[in-house]
């Protein structure tokens, strides 16, 4: 079974698999490269695996998380978080690799390791591929691309959020190559310096305002329990919350994204009031 959440018409039936698997090995994959929410590979996996131990099969299903970085997470606190996640439910993490080839009717995938330069076939009963991600190809067509990198997001200043090359031109969110996650949250921080920049530009006044990396990634890791990593371009934390720990997976910060971060999106953040 092959599968992704990232088609819109398949969530479904990646539920569908995950619920009706008895054993055997499961495979999951993370591309190399910008992504949608770097966490979101790991949260299915998670939950996957919470699934399963609900259902008393974990024990004979192999789970293998498939990550092209050396670590589990960018932001080092919450990496060794995940780490004890990934290792509560038995998960093998195989790090700097990629998911390289797959025989969708033979049910097996290559693994290669990008640091040792070795290779792995692996046969699977569940394969959930995170497909590699970019600018659209019309941004890649343009000037405005970066030079600098393959994925052709547009080039801004990470900080003002202004083309160095183009000073009419502003970006924000997944189209831009702002060194930091591409998340809602981060967007949200970098419309309102956008928006402020862009009129002093049309006035004629200094850019002021300034973006400082800030991004929030909400790691869901079972059912009921979530853990929500914020941090600034210097990967220092930054918490909405600081008198919660939000180091440790809670069942509170699970209710503020199943109803709170909803609730912000749809009634607040669409319609310019966060």
Not at 14 to 19: L, M
Not at 222 to 234: H, I, K, P, T
Not at 249 to 257: A, E, I
Request: charged letters at 20%.
């Amino acid at each position: 079974m092959k599968l992704s959440n990232y088609r819109p018409d398949l969530p479904p039936r990646t539920w569908e698999f995950i619920r009706g698997l008895r054993g055997g090995t499961a495979l999951f994959t993370m591309p190399a490269g910008p992504i949608k929410c770097a966490g979101a590979p790991q949260k299915i996996a998670y939950l996957a695996a919470d699934w399963w131990r609900s259902q008393g099969v974990l024990d004979r299903t192999r789970v293998i998380l498939v990550l092209p970085t050396a670590v589990m997470f960018s932001q080092p606190d919450w990496a060794k978080v995940l780490e004890g996640v990934a290792a509560g439910y038995g998960i093998e993490v195989r790090k700097e690799s990629q998911l390289t080839e797959v025989d969708g009717e033979g049910k097996r995938a290559v693994i290669s390791d990008t640091k040792a330069g070795a290779k792995e076939t692996i046969e699977y009963d569940i394969l959930h591929a995170t497909p590699p991600q970019s600018a659209p190809d019309w941004l890649k067509a343009t000037p405005l691309a970066d030079p600098a990198s393959p994925f052709g997001y547009a080039r801004v200043d990470k900080h003002t959020l202004q083309s160095p090359d183009w000073p009419t031109v502003f970006a924000l969110g997944d189209a831009s190559n702002l060194p930091t996650s591409k998340t809602g949250a981060a967007a949200r921080k970098q419309a309102s310096v956008l928006v402020t920049n862009l009129l002093a530009a049309m006035n004629g006044r200094p850019l002021t305002a300034r973006y400082d990396g800030y991004t929030s990634c909400p790691l869901v890791t079972s059912r009921n329990r979530m853990l929500l990593a914020e941090f600034d371009y210097d990967l220092k934390r930054t918490p909405s919350f600081p008198f919660i720990n939000t180091l440790k997976p809670r069942y509170d910060m699970w209710l503020l994204k199943r109803y709170g971060l909803p609730a912000l999106y749809w009634h607040l953040m669409l319609k310019g009031r966060a």
